[in-house]
Structures are given as C-alpha cells and as structure tokens.
C-alpha cells in the first residue's frame, strides 16, 4: 500500500527520545510518495541526546527512509527547531539532498501562500528561560517513556493506547492559554509578512484551522508531533490540506508496532546503533 501526497509536513519527531513513535514513522515513510517534504523541526532531539544517548535502530530507519526519498527525487527541507537548533548555522547547506533552511514558504496549489516554520520564536517562555525549558524537556522525556510503557502494558491486556501528557495538558488551563497565545503570535506575524497563513509544530497540538484576522482569512496549521501520537499534514494532490492520524493510517493498511520492542525501551542503555 503507498500513501500519495502533493505535500508532507512532520515536525516534532523528537528522534533520541525514547517515546518517540520511530517505527510508525520509518513505516509511514516507506510508504509515501510525494513531491516534497517539510522536516518542521525539532525532527533530531538533540538536548535529549547531549543527557543520555538513545539511538535505537528505528531512528536510523527514519534517517535512512528519508535520505532514499531524496535520491528519488523527493524535495526536502529541513527547518530546525528549538530542540535541534545546532543545525540553524547551517541553512542553505545540503545533506544528501536535504536541504536545511531558517524557515520556508509554500505555495498551495490555488496560489496562496504559507510561511513554514517551527515556531519556538513565537514562544515566550522557550524564549526568556532555556533553563526553564530544559527541565521541562527532561521531565516531558520520561513522562513519556513512562506512558510507553503503560501502552505497552495496556495493548496486552487489548486496552486502547492513552497519553498521559495529552491528559494532563487538557486539564491544565495555563497551557491552553499559553497554546491559543502562541497560535495568535504566530498567525499575526505571518498575516504582517503578507502570507495566508502558518504552518508549525513545537506545541505538539495538531490543527488545521482557517480563522479570520482582521478581515482576512487564514490558516493556522500545526503538524502535531511522533511522541504523543503519530500526526502529519498533509497537502493531498488535489491540492486540499488535511491533518492525519498516522496509526489510523497505518492500521489500516494492516501494519503492527512489533510488540517485542516496546516494553525494553525504558530504560535500556544497550540499545546503541551508532549513526553512519
Ligand atoms: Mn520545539
């Protein structure tokens, strides 16, 4: 089964940390097809791995599906984030046919156009205390290793997966501030540079919204992330946007996590597969 799209957009892939969903995503690379992909940052956790080094197979297998897509005639532009920001130095170079770049615009097929980006400048608190961050980074990390673990848990005994950090979220009330703020600081500057609209990731929350701002519609579109679930957006070939469920997608065409693989992953320091 191959899975056909103008356009993919991935961010916040997180690869290093260990709840980061890299077997659905070297799956779910195996099987597009499409003109051009958009890496909308922090696609390497690179403050994860400077703590503790985690790179298991199905890392390199993200890595390695993506550089086969580039050979094949796949555009690729990998826009750093705040989590992988040591390859911001070096926009304009390319690796293996990826290109990396500051941030990009595209063109939908009706004409309009989007400013891609991952957004991290837009966000304040990252912004005025990297300490702060930081730490929430390292705590985000385990909680999520964590939950894994519990899903790994809750597929034995056939119960659905559930997201922990996605339910502490919704019950926090500053976090919906926080993300209804971001989305408007981002929107704004975009609607300023004469753009139709955002697409970016960083607050792990997918959406895909046209609003009005003052008197102009635009879109806010976030790509979501690979830890707290499996989500892209994509532009399909006829040109309409759409925010998809990747394990959806991938159950569907009859693929399973190998169940093997997933209980071992917390906590284990023997996983090492160093990087080509
Ligand atoms: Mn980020």
Avoid at 97 to 118: F, K, Y
Wanted: neutral net charge.
């Amino acid at each position: 089964m191959r899975f056909h799209y103008r356009t993919v957009f991935l961010s916040d892939v997180h690869l290093g940390m260990r709840g980061c969903r890299a077997d659905e995503l070297a799956a779910f690379l195996k099987r597009v097809r499409c003109e051009r992909i958009y890496l909308v940052g922090d696609i390497v956790d690179m403050w994860v791995l400077r703590q503790r080094w985690n790179w298991p197979a199905s890392h390199n297998q993200v890595i390695r599906r993506l550089l086969k897509l580039a050979r094949r005639g796949t555009q690729i532009i990998y826009i750093p984030g705040n989590h992988d920001e040591s390859l911001r130095p070096y926009r304009g170079l390319e690796l293996g046919g990826i290109v990396v770049a500051a941030q990009a615009e595209h063109l939908l097929t009706d004409g309009r156009r989007l400013l891609v980006t991952h957004g991290d400048e837009y966000d304040l608190v990252v912004q005025n205390s990297r300490l702060v961050s930081l730490i929430g980074a390292w705590a985000y990390d385990h909680l999520v290793a964590l939950n894994r673990f519990v899903n790994a848990a809750r597929r034995l005994v056939g119960l659905r997966r559930w997201s922990f950090s996605q339910s502490i979220k919704k019950r926090v009330k500053s976090a919906c501030t926080f993300i209804s703020r971001f989305e408007e600081v981002l929107l704004a500057h975009a609607a300023r540079s004469g753009l139709d609209g955002v697409v970016c990731g960083h607050i792990h929350e997918p959406r895909l919204e046209w609003r009005e701002l003052e008197g102009r519609r635009v879109l806010y579109a976030n790509c979501g992330d690979w830890v707290e679930r499996a989500s892209a957006l994509v532009e399909q070939e006829d040109g309409q946007l759409e925010l998809i469920d990747v394990d959806r997608l991938l159950s569907d065409a009859g693929w399973e996590p190998d169940p093997k693989e997933v209980p071992e992953e917390l906590g284990s320091d023997e996983d090492f597969t160093v990087a080509a």
